[in-house]
């Protein structure tokens, strides 16, 4: 009773709730400034490395040991696979990985870092502030979150030993050896809400250095946080595409597999962690922070070494969970490096079959900014928008390719090919940009409470409709060398051009007459000029059709 009188609970309550404001702070800092340090390197990397599954672990390792966050990985990972740079199966094996990758935090804070946070915050701070250059202040930005990621779980340990003198809270945490599904929702509910299996593992880590908690109730605790940090990824995925809810699930599958798993054979589990822990540590074991990362490496490790051998059954079950329904899908093709030299002519088929791709994004993206600013489908913005960082993606990734293609000696047709098809990405890809454009546009104008006048929306309708026209044509004329459909654009985007001088008469006359408030006249401008540069986009790869040699199409004035 003096114990738990003794006992400041207000102190206390802060003491642990600062200290685990600290450490998550101190977690995101060092994780957002690796990664800005990184850069699209990290990406590049990431997309270059992960083309078998077993690449992909290694790869998800290294990435989520360096960035120290499996969540960002995941992220990375399912825009990779979005932007048809990755396969699912790939995919699978980095998220594997980051598990394991993850655990890396774990054996960190195992170590006895803490004693020198002090001045660790201190070399941090001092790059920070007292150095100009911008990389040696991203670092410090790293340096200075490692010091304070030490610094919260000292200030959090000092109030939980308190706690752990509580006869009533000893006796708690001793129960969880004979209900270890208890210990296992405690991790569960605990990393749901923390947000970080990272933090729940260190505060379990300073429990189990008192000697208050039992080695199979703390194992128990950890298989309850591997469930509970899948929430973050769930809440990424929500209202994402079906790749991305792929994702997720692979990531809750793997580790509600394992969890099962070791809870049915904890005993026998927590008895090879035992005699590992013995060797390694020694007598100390039982209260020592390296025994629960050994634990949690294990579990990993073991983990991913039964799953392995069923990646192709996993990516099944994902895709017959999650199917793709109302949204876009593009097959997933891999721009094949082996056939630059060996076969020039399939590369560029290669190539052909990417860009075809990007022309199905663009349609897509273009009937979801058409769902959004005319059918007022709030859903529709979001997938629109990723679909513009898919054009980016693609862009990059295919115009490296025909450069690499070009580098051969090629003949006359071949260079004329790649040329084309050089220019054609670009018009698909600002395309992509024209629709950004409309997409923020009508972001503001709806945050701003602006609605369109009849009259302008049926233009809008009308100038949509036309558009969407030369878009099928566009595919059929360029990937078809269909000359009748590129002529049929060329001559719409004449039309289009006039209906767009006379929409903005007729705008300015709704003006005049007080049919719409002036507030409102500058977005329905705007819109009619993206409009009508996307028709001129489409325009270019007409043209790109028509002309029997890229030598004439090289003369036509490309229009922006």
């Given at each position: 009773m003096s114990i738990f009188l003794s006992i400041d609970w207000m102190s206390t309550t802060f003491e642990v709730l600062g200290g685990l404001g600290i450490f998550l702070y101190g977690m995101s800092l060092m994780s957002e400034s690796l990664k800005k340090l990184a850069g699209n390197k990290l990406k590049l990397f990431l997309e270059k490395t992960t083309n078998t599954p077993l690449k992909g672990i290694l790869v998800g390792i290294l990435i989520t040991a360096?960035?120290?966050s499996s969540s960002a990985t995941s992220a990375l990972v399912v825009g990779l696979v979005r932007a048809g740079l990755m396969t699912l199966p790939h995919a699978v094996g980095v998220i594997f990985g980051a598990n394991l990758g993850t655990t890396f935090t774990s054996v960190l804070i195992s170590l006895k870092i803490g004693d020198y946070a002090y001045p660790i915050m201190f070399v941090g701070a001092f790059m920070i502030f007292f150095i100009k250059k911008r990389k040696i202040q991203t670092l410090g930005k790293v340096i200075l979150g490692f010091g304070l990621l030490f610094f919260g779980l000292d200030t959090m340990g000092g109030a939980l030993k308190q706690l752990a003198e509580l006869e009533s809270f000893r006796n708690l945490l001793l129960s969880v050896e004979n209900k270890p599904i208890i210990g296992v929702v405690v991790g569960v509910i605990s990393t749901a809400i923390i947000q970080s299996s990272s933090a729940t593992i260190g505060i379990l880590q300073q429990l189990f250095s008192t000697g208050a908690i039992p080695i199979i109730g703390a194992i128990a605790i950890v298989l309850g946080d591997n469930i509970g940090t899948t929430v973050t990824s769930i809440f990424a995925s929500v209202g994402g595409s079906s790749s991305a809810k792929r994702t997720a699930l692979v990531h809750v599958l793997f580790n509600a597999f394992g969890t099962i798993l070791f809870l049915i054979l904890l005993r026998p589990y927590a008895d090879l962690v035992t005699i590992i822990s013995?060797?390694?540590?020694?007598?100390?074991?039982?209260?020592?922070?390296?025994?629960?990362?050994?634990?949690?490496?294990?579990?990993?490790?073991?983990?991913?070494?039964?799953?392995?051998?069923?990646i192709k059954k996993i990516v099944w079950l994902v895709t017959k969970l999650i199917p793709t329904k109302g949204e876009l899908e593009i097959e997933d093709i891999v721009?094949?490096?082996?056939?630059?030299?060996?076969s020039p002519d399939l590369a560029i088929e290669n190539a052909t079959s990417a860009i075809k791709n990007m022309a199905n994004v663009s349609s897509g993206m273009f009937e979801f900014a058409y769902n959004y600013i005319l059918e007022d489908d709030d859903k529709s913005f979001e997938v629109g928008m990723q679909c513009e960082e898919l054009l980016d993606s693609m862009d990059d990734k295919i115009h490296n390719y025909l450069v690499s293609i070009g580098s051969n000696d090629l003949d006359k047709l071949q260079m004329q090919t790649i040329a084309q098809h050089i220019d054609t990405i670009t018009d698909y890809e600002r395309i992509g940009d024209h629709l950004e454009n409309l997409f923020e546009l009508c972001c503001e104008r709806k945050e701003n409470k602006l609605s369109f006048n009849e009259g302008g929306r049926d233009e809008m309708n009308n100038l949509f409709s036309l558009i969407r026209k030369s878009l099928e044509q566009a595919y059929k004329a360029y990937f078809n060398k269909d000359k009748d459909a590129a002529?049929?654009?060329?001559?719409r985007e004449d039309k289009i051009d006039l209906l767009v001088k006379e929409y903005r008469k007729n705008h300015i006359n709704r003006i005049n007459d007080k049919m719409i408030e002036g507030t409102a006249s500058g977005f329905y401008v705007d819109i009619l000029s993206n409009l009508e540069r996307i028709a001129d986009h489409l325009e270019n790869i007409a043209l790109n059709t028509v002309n029997d040699t890229f030598s004439y199409h090289s003369e036509v004035a490309r229009k922006e």
């Open positions: 360096l960035i120290q013995e060797k390694l540590i020694g007598a100390d074991y039982l209260t020592n922070k390296l025994t629960i990362s050994i634990s949690h490496v294990l579990f990993n490790l073991m983990t991913i070494f039964i799953l392995y051998f069923f721009l094949d490096k082996l056939l630059l030299k060996e002529n049929e654009i060329i001559e």
